[in-house]
């Protein structure tokens, strides 16, 4: 079975034997080890976007899968925007300077951002892939010259980008990873198992916030009309069993939108906003108490929702 091996102190992660199969692997934690509903695990009421803020604390506004859609978004009072990627439609340069610009008119203090597997022009080996084929699946894309992409990153000047890396702001540490697994081959996908937990051991210990564009399993990962589960079994163990971040906040599956939970503890005022509208825009969080302990959020209604819910798995 998979999972945490102590290494000299340290958890070692391995691959999990339901890694390819991730609803049975919800069916046989859910049963056997209650690994989404442990006897920790507690709601927590949650607190309108427009709440004021406690005196001392730092409010989180997460938001993620916005598309190139964020006109009109009316966005929550807060100092630290983290957005779980796509941000893009195919990751165009035109796009992400859009992106960009509408960043810049946003007030946050700090604006973090990752990648989601639309942003193809941020995976280079992607791109590569893409101009040795002999059909273009992605006309828009494959007609530009690599000068165009090479640093695409670049363009995002109005915020902090994560992949693989992380920053401290405000005293808290953000690690973020785009990773997610394969699904019709877009950007940053990858086969589950050893090749996802290759990058998920990137991870360091002792980290504030993770900031994943895919959900774990068992965490808003249900797609009803195919199902089954899709969140990711190496993620989960990473998490829960390695590296136990105080706050884990991620995007990806779009049935997952709808609802807004918040979870507060002594020293920060974690505020997790979610919206549909178009093709959706939604984050999910799940969050650690500094003991260690599993804190579970709430959920509301949408805050923003502006029209109709399109459900697209991954997309």
């Known amino acids: 079975m998979a999972h945490g091996v102590p290494s000299q102190g340290k958890v070692t992660i391995t691959v999990d034997e339901y890694s390819s199969n991730p609803t049975q692997a919800f069916t046989h934690y859910n049963i056997n080890q209650s690994r989404f509903q442990p006897p920790h695990v507690h709601m927590v009421d949650p607190i309108p976007y427009d709440t004021p803020k406690p005196a001392g ?17 009316q966005m929550p009072y807060g100092d630290i925007l983290l957005h779980t990627g796509d941000f893009t439609e195919l990751g165009l340069p035109s796009e992400v300077k859009k992106f960009n610009d509408w960043l810049g008119n946003l007030p946050y203090e700090y604006k973090i951002v990752i990648a989601g597997n639309h942003e193809l022009t941020f995976d280079k080996e992607f791109m590569a892939d893409l101009v040795k084929q002999d059909y273009y699946r992605f006309p828009s894309v494959s007609k530009l010259k690599p000068e165009d992409f090479d640093n695409v990153q670049s363009l995002l000047t109005n915020s902090i980008y994560l992949q693989d890396s992380e920053v401290t702001v405000k005293g808290f540490r953000i690690y973020g990873a785009p990773w997610t697994p394969w699904f019709n081959g877009w950007g940053f996908n990858l086969p589950r198992g050893q090749s996802l937990l290759d990058k998920w051991n990137l991870i360091p210990e002792g980290i504030d916030i993770l900031m994943t564009h895919g959900p774990p399993l068992g965490f808003r990962d249900w797609v009803p009309k195919e199902l089954q589960r899709v969140g990711c079994v190496e993620l989960l163990n990473t998490v829960q069993r390695r590296v136990r971040p105080k706050l884990h906040v991620f995007g990806g599956i779009h049935e997952g939108a709808g609802s807004s939970p918040v979870c507060r503890t002594s020293r920060v005022d974690w505020l997790m906003d979610r919206a549909s509208f178009c093709w959706s825009r939604f984050t999910t969080l799940y969050a650690l108490t500094a003991s260690g302990g599993a804190r579970r959020t709430a959920q509301r209604p949408d805050a923003f929702s502006t029209g109709p819910h399109h459900r697209k798995h991954s997309k």
């Open 57 to 73: 604390h730092t409010r989180f506004v997460c938001i993620s899968d916005t598309h190139s859609r964020t006109d009109g978004i």
